[in-house]
C-alpha cells in the first residue's frame, strides 16, 4: 500500500510561503523560488549573527575607550590596570557602567590609576 504525502508536503510548503510572506516578486508566491530564497535567508542570517558579536564588542570598546578618555586614560592603559588589580569586569559590563554610569566608571578607573 502507498502512503500519500498531499498533506505533509501542503503542510512544508506553506510554511516556507509563511516565512517569505513580504519577500518580492515570485519569492513570496512559487513554492520552488521561495524555498530558494529562504535557504539562502537561513544562511544568511546565521552568518550574520556570528558578526554581530564582533560588532558589539568593537562598540563596547570604543564606549570604553572614549570613558577612559574623558578619566584621562588611553584604553590600553585601563585595561592593563585593571587586569593588574584583578578587577575582573567584562567589556560589556564596562560598556555599560561607561554609558550609563559614568561616575561608577570613574571610581572603577580611579581606583587602580592612583
Do not use: C
Not at 502507498?2 to 519569492?27: C, E, P, S
Not at 508566491?29 to 542570517?45: C, F, I, P, T
Not at 550574520?48 to 558589539?56: A, C, K, L, N, V
Amino acid at each position: 500500500m502507498r502512503v500519500k504525502t498531499g498533506n505533509t508536503t501542503r503542510k512544508r510548503h506553506k510554511k516556507v510561503l509563511k516565512a517569505n510572506k513580504g519577500y518580492r516578486m515570485t519569492k513570496s508566491k512559487l513554492y520552488r523560488v521561495a524555498h530558494e530564497a529562504y535557504m539562502h535567508a537561513g544562511q544568511y542570517s546565521l552568518a550574520h549573527r556570528r558578526r554581530r558579536h564582533s560588532q558589539m564588542r568593537r562598540l563596547w570598546i570604543k564606549r570604553i575607550n572614549a570613558a577612559a578618555g574623558q578619566n584621562g586614560m588611553k584604553y590600553k592603559d585601563f585595561m592593563k590596570g585593571l587586569k593588574d588589580s584583578n578587577i575582573e569586569l567584562n567589556r560589556k559590563m564596562l560598556a555599560d557602567l561607561a554609558f550609563n554610569d559614568p561616575e561608577s566608571f570613574s571610581k572603577v578607573a580611579s581606583s587602580f590609576s592612583s
